[in-house]
T-cell receptor
Framework: KQEVTQIPAALSVPEGENLVLNCSFT??????LQWFRQDPGKGLTSLLL?????REQTSGRLNASLDKSSGRSTLYIAASQPGDSATYLC????????FGAGTILRVKS | GAGVSQSPSNKVTEKGKDVELRCDPI?????LYWYRQSLGQGLEFLIY????????KSGLPSDRFSAERTGGSVSTLTIQRTQQEDSAVYLC???????????FGPGTRLTVL
């Protein structure tokens, strides 16, 4: 059974810092991996999708990497801003996604 | 364009009543998913529809839960004889096809008293 773990559970940083969120999964036979953000009381917003054959994806200040052999993904956020404050979730799978518990990020101005 | 919409946004019901939750996916998306988000369990997969294929119901927690997708578009999740442990946010998502980015709706917050 696939299990997804996210570290740290919470993170508080000053504005402008670069930061890394970590995601690990137990079964390396994944179809793809997605990173989402969730704002309080809202649904999920897709940030990046990495296919199993890819090593990384970039969108603006976000860069996600995937290492299937070690069962890990990282989400790198450059020059963090207060608007980046949210819960960040990673999920693996092709149709039925398995989610981690999330990292609660707070960027202080 | 329009995203995934869900209704109602909030639903309060009494234990033992039946409830229906509705999801309107993004037009043209062939895949539709239901998930549940609760404090103790995080985000859990419930059911998945792909085109005209039989749905994957492997995540439904009990036979009180059922879902249908009419005409390959709108979907309804029905919970019969609701229990307090059914209280959660029910999220719907759609994607162009299997393995593509899943786009989520705002969710329905269900409270069972």
């Amino acid at each position: 059974k696939q299990e997804v773990t996210q570290i740290p559970a919470a993170l508080s940083v000053p504005e402008g810092e670069n930061l890394v969120l970590n995601c690990s999964f137990t079964d390396s036979a994944i179809y793809n991996l997605q990173w989402f953000r969730q704002d309080p009381g809202k649904g999920l917003t897709s940030l990046l999708l990495i296919q199993s054959s890819q090593r990384e994806q970039t969108s603006g200040r976000l860069n996600a990497s995937l290492d299937k052999s070690s069962g890990r993904s990282t989400l790198y956020i450059a020059a963090s801003q207060p608007g980046d404050s949210a819960t960040y979730l990673c999920a693996v799978g092709g149709n039925k996604l398995v989610f981690g518990a999330g990292t609660i990020l707070r960027v202080k101005s | 364009g329009a995203g995934v919409s869900q209704s109602p946004s909030n639903k309060v019901t009494e234990k033992g009543k039946d409830v229906e939750l509705r999801c309107d996916p993004i037009s043209g998306h062939t895949a539709l998913y239901w998930y549940r988000q609760s404090l103790g369990q995080g985000l859990e997969f419930l059911i998945y529809f792909q085109g005209n294929s039989a749905p994957d119901k492997s995540g439904l927690p009990s036979d009180r839960f059922s879902a249908e997708r009419t005409g390959g578009s709108v979907s309804t999740l029905t919970i019969q004889r609701t229990q307090q442990e059914d209280s959660a946010v029910y999220l719907c998502a759609s994607s162009l096809a299997r393995g593509h980015t899943q786009y989520f709706g705002p969710g329905t917050r269900l409270t069972v008293l």
